[in-house]
């Protein structure tokens, strides 16, 4: 009995099943050996025998010196488990640093498909040409130094397998000294005992060892030797009472009956000490009442004896059960922990949408009843897991930081639109999304109205040249040249024109390339296409018009043939119409030399888009008062013909009808030319309004003047800041590589694997990283730096086309208020 807790320790401290076995419960025996049957007794008696030779010599050690043992070969085994993981993360390291040597060391020139090692990229990016001397000595130095490295930990590793064993050895063989204590011990008893003792103390002895290696072998309850000898314990308790009311009772010795009193006492107390210890904790029991008291003699201890043992039964029965709810707990505790590891493992693999591979090997089976190694894996798996973490945690910051960098530029470039937008106003409005949405729809609204002030302009034209249709024949021909001159003023008005189209597809495009700006240029855009539309729709209009007018001169030749007689008077009329035709035709010449010398202008200035409308306003002004001295012509045309018509009434009454009706003609035309004189009236009113917009234009180009000074300056002002904050820039970025070296440098430091104060050098896989992550940062800060000033170039071209722009905004709205 001295001996069950020492094997209860031995089992909970990862010793062996029992005093013989070997440490390893998975080790196998051999398949052509027989197994060991426990119900061969002479085989057994064999071993026994033969380890009590085995162990005679073997030592007895102290309490004390064992739990010393104790805890010195569990700190072995974490040491060991630790090295171990450490042995296998620089084993990974060695194979990086093979792969790269050997990536480096091999010949670029070699053929190879397009798969091989040759061919492929490493992940120091496409630099292995350019850098590649100094990259295989550093390969080589990074092999040499991993490579000593595992054989340091190969020989630190061997070296504590050696003292585990003999720590185990030592305990082995205290275990096994002292079972052989009290081997010698019981059977000097059993000698002294009598038959009936000895029965009984067999089936103690059977039933309680069968009972505790059913428990340290985790199974087989069922087939235990408590219930195989249940029938043979209960025939020896019987024989033993039924010896003891016998006569020969009386022959036993008082002595021996409180010896074995005292034995079964003990068992109960070490069986109640067992079920404790298997339950954990304190219960209450039926038995507790009964305590040892004094020894009895007699019948007295023959019935104590019997409460003894139906103790020991129920204590049996009660060990029994707790060791298969022990066996139950610990089953579903291992296939729990079989679960959660095969679904954290399926977690990691299926929830990994940044393509992050993962370094864990497969769960383990189901089979592996070894909580210890489900235990390790979880762990293992837990520490992959954080520090995958730890680097998305890193990238996703990265991310941040850039989104947040691009977010302050485009904050830049919008604050320095608003700044071009509000230099014109006095008070300096602050910047809003919405204010600068409706700066610039004003100045879109601002072209659409210059728009529609050149529609009019071109309408009023279209007005006077219905006006020039209407005139007779012969002023037709007069003015057949004027026409001609003026169809070619026409053709060269419309390649303005198509040109000032050109001009503004020009602009078109130059306003496309804002829309990642500002969205409302679409507005702009419908606003133009309604224009076009109204454009068509006016000169339909227009074409009808001419219809008219034609008609118009085909009922004035009927007119004509009617009045033959007056042809005199209109050959006069006619000699008077040459020569005003004959000045109007020099005026017309001078205009074609202004005309041409505004063509050359408009080649050298073909930029300027605002002295290209002018000129074209200019000449359309020219148009519009040579239509107004023909139309004066025409009236003083009338005017003869209505003095020749009353003299031939005079002379002829007999046409005094017909010319009743050609008075009444002359009247109607009269009125025609009394609202031409009113409209050319307004004509001069608006020639009056136009030199008035001259003026303002020629306050805006001051002003425009002004503008530019002042943005030149904000340009100057501008650099100035651009370069204090590439400065600032270039500052922050050192003093982050600063940082960032100082984390790579304190990467690896703290090592998990450091037992009782151990200090473990840096591991190789730290240095690795840490001088790719300085190399990826470096690259890092370059492609920053080249998108930066991408970016500025761009900014700095957007803000040329919108001073472009406003340029040509303020040209257009002077050209429309001409």
């Not at 480096?104 to 992940?123: E, W």
């Not at 224009?531 to 068509?536: G, I, R």
């Not at 005199?568 to 004959?582: G, I, K, M, N």
Request: charged content about 30%; aromatic content about 4%.
């Amino acid at each position: 009995m001295p001996g069950w807790n020492a094997m209860i320790n031995r089992r909970q401290s990862g010793g062996p099943p029992n005093a013989f076995g070997a440490k390893n419960d998975r080790v196998r025996r051999p398949s052509h050996t027989l197994p060991f049957r426990r119900s061969d007794m002479v085989s057994r008696h064999l071993l026994v025998e033969t380890a009590l030779l085995d162990s005679q010599n073997f030592e007895l050690l102290a309490i004390e010196e064992v739990d010393a043992l104790k805890k010195e070969k569990a700190q072995l085994e974490s040491r060991l488990e630790a090295t171990r993981r450490k042995l296998a993360l620089e084993s990974k390291v060695r194979d990086a640093a093979q792969s790269l040597h050997r990536l480096y060391t091999d010949d670029p020139t070699a053929g190879g498909s397009p798969t091989s090692p040759k061919k492929r990229l490493s992940f120091l990016g496409d630099k292995t040409k350019a850098n590649g001397g100094m990259h295989v000595g550093q390969a080589g130095d990074e092999l040499a130094t991993s490579q000593k490295k595992i054989d340091d930990l190969l020989q630190i590793l061997s070296g504590m397998e050696s003292r585990r064993q003999y720590v185990e050895s030592r305990l082995l063989r205290h275990t096994a000294a002292v079972l052989q204590l009290d081997h010698e011990e019981q059977a000097q008893a059993r000698a002294n005992d009598v038959s009936p003792v000895a029965d009984l103390d067999d089936f103690d002895r059977n039933l309680v060892d069968s009972t505790i290696s059913g428990f340290l072998n985790g199974g087989g309850y069922e087939e235990s030797i408590y219930s195989k000898h249940m029938s043979r314990g209960s025939a020896n308790l019987s024989g033993f009472g039924l010896s003891m009311q016998q006569p020969t009772f009386d022959k036993m010795s008082n002595e021996k009956l409180m010896s074995l009193q005292s034995r079964v006492d003990g068992m109960n107390s070490q069986m109640r000490n067992l079920i404790q210890l298997v339950r954990g904790d304190k219960f209450t029991r039926d038995d507790e009442s009964e305590t040892k008291g004094h020894l009895r003699t007699g019948e007295d201890a023959v019935a104590y004896l019997e409460t003894q043992v139906e103790l020991v039964d129920k204590n049996l029965i009660r060990l029994e059960q707790e060791c298969i709810k022990a066996r139950d707990e610990r089953e579903s505790t291992e296939s729990h922990l079989v679960e959660t590891s095969k679904q954290l493992h399926s977690l990691l693999q299926s929830s990994n949408p940044s393509g992050i591979t993962f370094d864990l090997p497969e769960p383990p089976q189901s089979s592996v009843n070894d909580a210890t190694i489900l235990l390790n894996y979880l762990d293992e798996a837990m520490l992959t897991l954080q520090s995958t973490l730890q680097n998305q945690g890193q990238q996703a910051s990265r991310e941040t930081e850039e989104a947040r960098e691009r977010a302050d530029q485009y904050e830049t470039t919008v604050e320095g639109l608003w700044d071009i937008l509000n230099s014109t106003n006095t008070d300096k409005e602050p910047f809003s999304l919405q204010a600068f949405s409706t700066r610039v729809q004003h100045a879109f609204e601002k072209v659409a109205n210059m728009d529609v002030q050149l529609d009019i302009l071109r309408r009023q034209i279209q007005q006077q040249r219905e006006l020039n249709s209407k005139s007779d024949s012969e002023k037709d021909r007069q003015l057949s040249e004027v026409q001609a001159v003026r169809s070619e003023l026409e053709q060269e008005l419309l390649e303005l024109r198509d040109r000032h189209v050109a001009a503004e597809a020009e602009t078109q495009g130059t306003r496309a390339e804002m829309d990642n700006i500002m969205k409302e240029v679409e507005q702009f855009r419908v606003t133009a296409k309604a224009n076009e539309e109204q454009k068509q729709t006016v000169l339909e209009q227009l074409a009808r018009q001419n219809s008219r007018a034609q008609e118009l001169e085909a009922m004035l030749t009927n007119h004509q043939m009617q009045i033959s007689e007056l042809e005199d008077d209109a050959r006069l009329a006619s000699a008077e119409a040459e020569a005003r035709s004959t000045d109007h035709e020099s005026r017309v010449q001078g205009l074609v030399r202004e005309l041409a010398e505004a063509r050359d202008a408009h080649v050298t200035t073909r930029a300027k888009l605002n002295e290209k409308h002018k000129e074209s306003e200019d000449m359309e002004v020219e148009v519009v008062r040579l239509t107004t001295e023909l139309t004066m012509v025409k009236a003083e045309l009338d005017a003869a013909y209505g003095s020749r018509a009353e003299r031939a009434k005079e002379i002829n009454t007999a046409n005094t009808a017909e010319l009743e009706g050609l008075r009444r003609e002359r009247d109607a035309q009269a009125e025609q030319l009394k609202g031409m004189s009113a409209e050319v009236q307004r004509l001069t009113g608006g020639e009056n309004r136009a030199a008035m917009l001259e003026r303002e234009l020629q306050d805006m180009a001051k002003d425009l003047q002004d503008l530019v000074r002042e943005s030149v300056a904000a340009e100057k002002e501008r650099e100035q800041l651009e370069t204090l904050l590439d400065g600032l820039r270039e500052r922050c970025e050192t003093l982050e590589t600063q940082l960032s070296d100082e984390k790579v440098r304190t990467l690896g430091v703290a090592s998990p694997t450091v037992v009782n104060g151990e200090t473990g050098r840096e591991p190789t896989s730290a240095m690795v990283l840490r001088n790719e992550f300085k190399k990826m940062m470096r690259e890092t800060r370059a492609e920053h730096a080249k998108v930066l000033r991408a970016e500025q170039e761009e900014r700095k071209k957007l803000e040329s086309i919108i001073r472009s722009l406003k340029k040509d905004n303020g040209t257009l709205k002077g050209a429309g208020g001409k």
